[in-house]
C-alpha cells in the first residue's frame, strides 16, 4: 500500500516494484545462489558472477573452490 502496489505478490526490491510472479525480474535482482555444504548440509549464499571463489563453510570448516 505504501509504494501504491496493487497486486499479489508485490515485490519491492532495490526500488523497482514488480507486480505478479514474473521470475525473469526477479532472478534480475538476485545476487547469489545457494550453495550446500556436501559434508555437513549447511546452506551458504555465494554471489553470482564473480569466477571462481575460495568458501570455507561456516558450520565445518570444510574448503571449497567454487565457479559462481
Known amino acids: 500500500m ?8 508485490s515485490f519491492y526490491i ?9 521470475q525473469n525480474a526477479l532472478l534480475k535482482h538476485i545476487d547469489f545462489k545457494i550453495f550446500t555444504c556436501k559434508k555437513c ?3 551458504m549464499r555465494i554471489p553470482k ?3 571462481t571463489i575460495l568458501l570455507t563453510c561456516s558450520g565445518c570448516q570444510t574448503k ?3 565457479r559462481t
Open 2 to 9: 505504501k509504494y501504491g502496489m496493487k497486486g499479489v505478490p
Open 64 to 66: 571449497y573452490k567454487v
Open 49 to 51: 558472477d564473480k569466477g
Open 41 to 43: 548440509d549447511t546452506k
Open 14 to 22: 532495490d526500488g523497482d516494484i514488480i507486480v505478479g510472479f514474473d
